[in-house]
């Protein structure tokens, strides 16, 4: 295994298992959030039971994954850039490959500072914060339009982080062959339709009926 | 149906003395241009049209013109080999550009393919990854007798299909990291799938991706633009079963 993590495809690994990890949280994330939709009482016990020591063991561990997958990601991103020194003058990359698969890095460049927003405003608050009702606290933050449409850009842009990211993550690791390969696709369109429309439509809920 | 004339082209060029060299574009005419004409042909009457005017001719590879040596590369128009599908240069016609057109042409860009003049790159790093370890070691006499090693036919067709690649160099060209993984897929695939390349398939994936690696190719991200240009349409599965082979070989270790 010596030198399993810096060749190419060893790093390659450590960003699909990374990224398919932060995947898994998405549901759970996901999941929860969507009981606000269902009433205040099974959000409030959502977050009672998301805050319970067994599950908050597993904070640091989420923060690790993320941090893994952003250094590896510009470690890649970096080498990948340096690769062609001399760039070409004239390029149809739209010819050939889909535009989420040719700008990973900016679409979780752009993913990650919805997360220093998203961390800096509701999740301090939820962890640090006098908060009585956590449904209360959510309906009046999304309701304001600012917070509302930043969170629906960064849904669909998670979105199509998530469109090439879920199949490539298993080519990376050899689950695919040309049968697999369009299966794959197809679950990738799935959950980035998922995570796209599921984390959009809690804020478009409350800008419209959270008067 | 006679062929067309295209009256006049436009040709963007780069042109560079030699390796060391500062290169830029130049721009030259042609005219008369048969739709018949293969684009590599089109460049040969460039030539002509320069030889007479006493100016160097654009230095460009080729070899068979019939797609099968992987020698001709270009960057035309924005893609590799040109704007066709599953064809090399060479295989490229000018019934594919309109007449009045401007077409630009620039030599492979990837790090591990320097520019050594004009439009030719040195492309010994594909050389270099097959020395790796892109063979079966012992040497396996004449050809056998048709079935005395058993293969399946799914295993003989797609261990063909990756024999298909001709190591012209499109995918590391057109990859936006100019990685040589399907380059180096193709070949572990195709031994990969086969009793005599098997029993080397460990030792061989971990050789040819060190050998990738340390020559400077950039890290696959499955973008997949290499299997969209690769003149011999070698699938992007075959990537997979690298990344199967190197895993499992790892694991051993
Ligand atoms: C919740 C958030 C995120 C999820 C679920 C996620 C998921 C994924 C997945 C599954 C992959 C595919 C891995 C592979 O190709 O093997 C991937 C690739 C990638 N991610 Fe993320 N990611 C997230 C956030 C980020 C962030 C914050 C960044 C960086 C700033 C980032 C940058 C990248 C890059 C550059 C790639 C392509 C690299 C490659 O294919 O090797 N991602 N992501
Ligand atoms: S895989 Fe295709 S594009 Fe790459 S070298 Fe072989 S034939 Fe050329
Ligand atoms: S010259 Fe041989 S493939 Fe084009």
């Known amino acids: 295994m010596s030198n399993f993590l810096t060749s190419s495809i060893g790093k390659k690994v450590i960003m699909s298992l990374s990224g398919l990890f932060l995947i898994l949280f998405l549901c759970v994330h996901l999941s929860v959030n969507l009981l606000l939709l269902v009433s205040e009482e099974a959000f409030n016990a959502g977050c009672d039971f998301m805050a319970l020591p067994f599950i908050k063991v597993i904070e640091p561990v989420l923060a690790l994954g993320f941090i893994v997958h952003i250094i590896w990601a510009s470690v890649l991103t970096i080498q990948n850039q340096k690769a062609r020194p001399a760039k070409y003058a004239k390029r149809c990359q739209s010819q050939n490959c889909t535009w989420a698969s040719r700008n990973m890095y900016i679409l979780g460049a752009l993913v990650l500072a919805f997360l220093a927003l998203h961390i800096a405003t509701v999740w301090y608050q939820f962890k640090f914060g006098e908060i009585t009702s956590h449904y209360e606290f959510v309906s009046s933050f999304l309701k304001q339009p600012c917070f509302g449409v930043i969170y629906i850009i960064a849904a669909i842009l998670l979105g199509l982080h998530i469109t090439h990211g879920f199949w490539s993550a298993f080519q990376t690791i050899g689950f695919s062959n040309d049968i697999w390969r369009k299966r794959l696709e197809c679950i990738a369109y799935f959950f980035a339709f998922v995570f796209a429309a599921g984390f959009s439509i809690i804020p478009l809920y409350f800008m419209i009926f959270g008067n | ?253």
């Open chain 2, 1 to 253: 149906m006679a062929d067309k004339i295209l009256k006049e082209l436009t040709l963007k060029i780069w042109r560079q003395k030699d390796a060391k060299s500062q290169g830029g574009f130049k721009t030259y005419k042609v005219h008369n241009i048969s739709t018949g004409t293969s684009f590599l042909e089109m460049l040969d009457i460039l030539n002509e049209q320069l030889v007479e005017q006493n100016e160097e001719p654009v230095a460009f590879d080729h070899d068979c013109r019939e797609g099968i040596c992987g020698t001709c590369s270009l960057f035309v128009d924005g893609r590799a080999h040109g704007p066709d599908d599953d064809v090399t240069t060479c295989q490229l016609h000018m019934r594919r550009f309109e007449d009045g057109a401007t077409i630009t042409i620039e030599p492979w860009r990837c790090g591990a393919f320097p520019v050594i003049k004009d439009l030719i790159v040195d492309r010994k790093a594909y050389d270099k990854i097959l020395q790796a370890g892109g063979y079966v070691s012992v040497n396996t006499g004449g050809v056998p007798d048709a079935n005395a090693i058993p293969i399946a036919n799914d295993k003989a067709e797609e261990a063909m299909d990756a024999a298909a690649c001709i190591g012209c160099g499109a995918c590391a060209a057109t990859c936006k990291n100019s990685s040589a993984m399907l380059f180096v897929a193709a070949k572990v695939s195709q031994l990969a799938l086969l009793p005599q390349g098997k029993i080397e398939a460990a030792r061989r994936a971990k050789a040819m991706v060190a050998k990738m690696d340390e020559l400077g190719f950039g890290n696959c991200t499955n973008t997949g633009a290499c299997e969209m240009e690769c003149p011999k349409s070698i699938s992007i599965s075959h990537i997979a079963r690298l990344n199967r082979e190197f895993l499992k070989a790892k694991l051993k270790d």
